[in-house]
C-alpha cells in the first residue's frame, strides 16, 4: 500500500501546483464563466487534497500514529468539501462519472452496510484494483463512514484497516480525476444564452438533490423514513445539507458577477434581493440539530425538517419558475429525476 500512497501523494501535489499556476488567482474579468468556474475548479482541488489527507490519516490511525479522532476529523473535511460538487449534473463528463463512485446515496436497503460486512469477511488482501471491482456502494465516503461509525465494523482490526485503507486510496483517485477533470474550463466556447442554460441548470440540479436528501427522510408525514437520511450513522446529515446551500450561494453569488448580479443588470433587482435574502434568511435560521436522524424521531423534529424543505422548495420555485420565466431559460433534464 505505501507505493499508492507514494503514487497519489507525488500526483496530487503535480496537480496541486498546476492548479495553483494556473488557475489559483481570482480571475480579473468580469465574466460569469470566468467566476463560476473558478468556484468549481478550487472546490474539485479542495477535495482532492482533503481525501489525500483522509487517505494519510486513515494509514497513519491504522499504524498507531494518529487518533480515530483525527481520521473522522479529516473524513468530515472530505465530506464537506464533496458538498460543494455533490448533485451537479452540468460539468465535465469525466468529473460526473465518478459521483457515485465517491458517493453513494441514497442507500434505501442498506446495501452500504451488507457489502461492507460481506468484504470484511473475505480472505482477501486489498488493494485499489480490488476495491474498483466492488460494488460503489464499498468505494467512496459512505463506505468509510461505515468503517468508522457503525457498530458492525472491527476498527481497528487488521482487515478494517487493510480494506479501509485501500477505499480511502482509491477514493483519492477517483476525486484526482475530479480535479483533472477541472482543469479546463467546459464552458469557455459557449455563447451567453447557452451559458444562461448551462449556468441555471448547474443551480437548479444541485437544488433538486439537496431537497431529496430531506424528502425522502421525510416521506409521508407521520411515517418518515430516517435511515434514508444522509450519513445517519455519524449523524450529521444536516450539515451537509446547509454545505450544500451555502455551496449554491457561491455559485449564484459568483464574486459579485454571477446570476445575482446578471439579474439586477437586467432590470430583475426585486427578484435578485428576493433571492439573496432568502439564501440568506435559510442559513440565519438553519436547525440547531446536525442530525437529521435525530430529528424525524420526535414530531417538533419533524416539523423542524419539514419547515427546511418548505424555504428549498421556496428557492426551487425562484430559480426554476421565476428566473427561467424572466430570463426565457428552459432547465434541461436533470439526472437526479426518477432515482
Not at 477505499?167 to 476525486?175: F, V
Not at 430529528?295 to 430559480?319: D, F
Request: glycine share 4%.
Amino acid at each position: 500500500m505505501k507505493t499508492i500512497y507514494l503514487l497519489l501523494s507525488s500526483t496530487v501535489l503535480l496537480t496541486a501546483c498546476q492548479s495553483t499556476n494556473e488557475s489559483n488567482q481570482v480571475p480579473n474579468s468580469t465574466n460569469m464563466i470566468d467566476h463560476v468556474y473558478y468556484i468549481e475548479q478550487q472546490s474539485a482541488q479542495r477535495l482532492v487534497e482533503s481525501s489525500q489527507r483522509l487517505t494519510e490519516s486513515f494509514e497513519g490511525y491504522c499504524t498507531n500514529q494518529t487518533e480515530k479522532e483525527t481520521v473522522v476529523m479529516q473524513w468530515q473535511q472530505t465530506m464537506q468539501a464533496w458538498m460543494a460538487l455533490q448533485g451537479q449534473q452540468r460539468g465535465p463528463e469525466a468529473a460526473l462519472s465518478v459521483n457515485w463512485n465517491i458517493q453513494f446515496w441514497p442507500d434505501k436497503k442498506n446495501t452500504t452496510g451488507r457489502k461492507m460486512s460481506q468484504l470484511l469477511k473475505k480472505d482477501q488482501i486489498w488493494n485499489t484494483e480490488l476495491i474498483q471491482q466492488q460494488s460503489v456502494t464499498t468505494q467512496g465516503l459512505g463506505a468509510i463512514e461505515w468503517l468508522l461509525f457503525d457498530k458492525a465494523s472491527t476498527l481497528p482490526a487488521s482487515e478494517s484497516c487493510q480494506l479501509g485503507q485501500a477505499i480511502t486510496a482509491n477514493l483519492a483517485l477517483n476525486t484526482l480525476k475530479v480535479d483533472q477533470a477541472w482543469q479546463v474550463n467546459p464552458w469557455s466556447q459557449l455563447d451567453e444564452t447557452m451559458w444562461l442554460n448551462e449556468y441555471i441548470a448547474l443551480l437548479a440540479n444541485q437544488l433538486d438533490y439537496s431537497m431529496k436528501k430531506l424528502s425522502r427522510p421525510l416521506a409521508k408525514i407521520g411515517q418518515p423514513r430516517p435511515y434514508f437520511s444522509e450519513s445517519w450513522r455519524s449523524e450529521t446529515s444536516l450539515t451537509w445539507l446547509k454545505y450544500n446551500v451555502e455551496a449554491m450561494q457561491n455559485i449564484y453569488l459568483a464574486n459579485g458577477v454571477g446570476l445575482d448580479d446578471y439579474l439586477r443588470k437586467q432590470g430583475h433587482a426585486d427578484l435578485a434581493d428576493r433571492i439573496e435574502d432568502h439564501f440568506n434568511s435559510t442559513l440565519e435560521t438553519w436547525p440547531e440539530s446536525s442530525s437529521l436522524f435525530a430529528e424525524l424521531q420526535t414530531k417538533s423534529g419533524y416539523q423542524n425538517a419539514l419547515a427546511l424543505y418548505n424555504k428549498l422548495e421556496y428557492l426551487k420555485y425562484l430559480i426554476h419558475e421565476e428566473v427561467a420565466i424572466e430570463l426565457n431559460i428552459a432547465i434541461g433534464f436533470n439526472a437526479t429525476d426518477g432515482d
